[in-house]
């Protein structure tokens, strides 16, 4: 009997993680999409009008007097990108650095729009904030998401199993995240030049991401053994890195999902990231308070009588 139920059980769980990674992938559509429309008044409201029509609940659209004030909010991250409509024609301003896909969907969704109100059917298109030259599509930066997870669940793993106390385990993990920190950073910045703020900034968020994870495990461990651990990197892993929004934008994700994904530190540092690196931080509180918590919680936690527990 229990020979049977392992492979049963084993084949469940490589199907939830299936699920786990891939539905978040299939079913992303944008919901409440922060977006900005700027021009005349009747413009922008007929902008407005056809915004509704086309996806019910994409968007939040966001008027602004004109293009200035537009790019100011899309350099703030209060909007995506968006739609700049004069007698002249339209524009479509983006920012690939906020997310790349977001970009090629409003460049796609201009020129609709404009061939349905008898334009010539090609916007004008700016990216106020782009990506790198080097990795002008963000690989660089979606790729860095599960070597993070797992930079946070390898050093919890190995303290624990050392059975190192708890003073040398927060001493070992700051050091620890530090260079972590640096060593994502340097990579990324002058290996890969996927990212171009201030490297030791970088250098910074990639720390505090990894720290924090990290030190939530160890106190996950210590108040509930191996099994606080696992289930803590499960967590990170099935959780926390799909609902990261990382690949997209959070916003392609549908309530409660999106903000269970930007509650954790997989979704907070790779926004945190990119609010770092081309936007000079702006947008970045929320996210240095997600990954604060977290932090908090595992310090708290591990200021906590530890339980002896059987673990072979």
């Known amino acids: 009997m229990l020979l049977a139920a392992v492979p049963v059980t084993l084949a469940a769980l490589v199907g939830l993680v299936l699920v786990a990674f891939g539905l978040p992938a299939v079913k992303a559509a944008p919901h409440d999409l922060p977006l900005g429309v700027a021009g005349p008044k009747l413009m922008t409201e007929q902008l407005t009008s056809a915004l509704a029509q086309r996806d019910p609940g994409a968007f939040d659209v966001r008027v602004y007097d004109d293009e200035v004030a537009l790019t100011r909010a899309i350099e703030n991250r209060e909007v995506y990108g968006g739609l700049l409509a004069t007698p002249r024609g339209s524009t479509v301003l983006t920012a ?3 997310s790349p896909v977001v970009a090629q969907s409003l460049i796609a969704m201009g020129t609709e729009i404009s061939r349905q109100s008898g334009g ?15 990795d002008p599509r963000g690989a660089g930066l979606g790729a860095a998401l599960l070597p993070l997870v797992i930079g946070a669940i390898l ?31 340097a990579v990324l910045h002058f290996g890969f030049g996927s990212i171009a703020g201030n490297f030791w900034l970088e250098a910074g968020v990639f720390a505090a991401t990894i720290g924090a994870g990290m030190l ?24 926390g890195n799909p609902l990261s929004g990382a690949q997209s934008a959070p ?5 409660p999902w999106r903000e269970i994904g930007q509650s954790m530190p997989p979704g907070a540092g790779s926004q945190l990231l990119r609010s770092v690196a081309f936007f000079d931080g702006a947008g970045a509180k929320d996210a240095w308070i997600v990954i604060g918590a977290w932090a908090l919680a595992g310090l708290l936690l591990l200021a906590l009588p530890s339980r002896r527990r059987s673990e072979g």
């Not at 050093?155 to 059975?163: E, I, M, N």
């Not at 939530?216 to 959780?239: S, T």
């Not at 916003?251 to 309530?255: D, K, Q, R, V």
Request: hydrophobic share 60%; proline share 4%.
């Open 96 to 98: 690939s650095a906020a």
């Open 120 to 134: 010539t059917g090609t916007p004008t298109v700016r990216d106020v904030v782009p990506l790198t030259r080097d």
């Open 251 to 255: 916003e392609f994700l549908a309530s």
């Open 155 to 185: 050093p919890a793993v190995v303290f624990t199993r050392l059975g190192a106390s708890r003073r040398v385990m927060l001493a070992a993990g700051a050091v620890y995240a530090a260079v972590a920190g640096l060593a994502f950073a």
């Open 216 to 239: 939530a495990l160890l106190g996950l461990h210590r108040v509930l053994g191996m099994v606080g651990l696992g289930l803590g990197a499960a967590l990170l892993v099935l959780v």
